[in-house]
C-alpha cells in the first residue's frame, strides 16, 4: 500500500495525489494501486480506487477549487493520476450545466439543467472515463490497448491514444453510426467492425488481450475510468453551489457514470464538502434493451443478460454490465427509479429538447426527458423537484 499520509496536497493549487489502494467493491478486499489490475481476484467484480478522504478535507476546501482549471483536472487530489505528465488532457470535463425553464415547465417541475457531455473532446462522455483510464495505463507503463465499444468509448479511446502515444484497437458492431467509425479512423485507431452486440466485440478484445497483449479498457473491467466519470457528481454539486438536485436522471448502459456520481457523493460526504443528502438516481434505457429496469422491477441483486438487444441509442445497447449490483444498489439506496423508453419517443424528444434548450442531443440524452415525462404522470418526480438530466453526447454523431 502506498503512504497514505502523501496526499500530495500543497496550499490551494491543484497537486496530484493518487489513490492509496483498490478495493474490491463486492467483498472490500484491498489490492496495491501501483501494479494493474483489471477485476477484483477475488471475487471478479469492478475495483474502486480509495483516497485518504480524511487528509484530503483537512486540507483542501472547496473553496480552493475557483481558479482552477475549467476540466475535470480541478478535482486531481482526488483522481487516481500520481505524475501530471501523466495526464492526457484534452479539455475533458467541466462541461455546462444548461439551465433549461422551458424544458422545466413542459416537463412540470421547478427547475431542470442538461449538464451537456456533448461539449467534451469527441463528443461524448465517454472521454471523462477513457482520458482517466489511459492517463492511469500510460502511467503504469501500457503502450497497447484494446476496447469493445457501441462506438462513444471507441472514439474517446482512439483520442486519448493518440495524444499518449499509445496503439489503440477499438472493436464496434457493424451497424454502429458512420461518423464515430470515421472518427475512429482519423484519430488513428485500428478499428474492427463485428457483426454482433458489444458483448460479441469484448471476446474479439479477449482474444487480443491474450495473444497481443493488449490491456483492455472495458467498462468498470479496469478500475479508472470509473474516476473520470465519477467526477460527473463533483461538477453537478459545484455548479449547483455546493448542492445537489433533487433527480438525476441518467440513460444507463454499462452505469459507470451512474455509479461513479454514487462514489463521488460519498467522497465529497467524507470530505466534508456536502451533507447526508442524495439526489433520486434515475435509471433509463431503451425498451429494446433494459436488463436493469427489468432487475429492478424483479427486485433482484444483479442483472440477467437481455437478449436480443435493440436500439438506435447505441450507448444503451448494453445487454450486461458487470457492475449491474452497483447500479441497482444506488438506485435502490437513493430511493430512485428505473424505466425503459422508446426508439420513437426518443427521435421525438430529440426535438422537443432541441427547441427548448438549444441543445442538440444524443438520443440516451433525449431519453432523460421522456422519462422525466413519465415519472411526472406516474407521480416518482413531483412539481418541486429540481431535475438535472444528462445528455451524454452530442446529437450530430448519430446522423446517418
Ligand atoms: C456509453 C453511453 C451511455 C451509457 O453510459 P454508461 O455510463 O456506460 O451507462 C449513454 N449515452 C451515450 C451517448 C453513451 O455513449
Redesign the pocket.
Known sequence: MTDPSNTGISGANTTFGGATHLECTRCGAMYESEVLHRLSPCCEKPLYPRYALDLIGGRLRRGDLAGRSADLWRYAELLPVRDPANAVRLGEGFTPMIDAPRLASRLGVAQCWVKDEGQNPTA?F?ARGLCMAISRAKELGVTEVGIPS????GSATAAYAAAAGMTAHVVVPNDTPHPIIEEMRALGADVELLAGLITDCAARVAEGTRDHGWFDLS?LKEPYRVEG?KTMGYEVAEQLGWTLPDVIVY????????VGMWKAFDEMERLGWIGPERPRMVCVQAEGCAPMVRAFEQGTEYAEPWVDAHTYAS??R?PRAVGDFLILDALRSSGGAALAVSDDEMREWTRIVGADTGVFC?P?GAATAVATARLRQLGAIRPDDRVVLFN??SGLKYVV
Not at 457501441?150 to 468509448?153: D, L, P, R, S, V
Not at 440513460?251 to 451512474?258: C, Q, R, S, V
Open positions: 461524448s465517454k457501441a462506438g462513444n468509448a467498462t466519470k440513460p444507463t448502459g454499462g452505469g459507470t457514470g451512474l450507448g444503451l448494453v444524443a440516451e451524454t453526447g
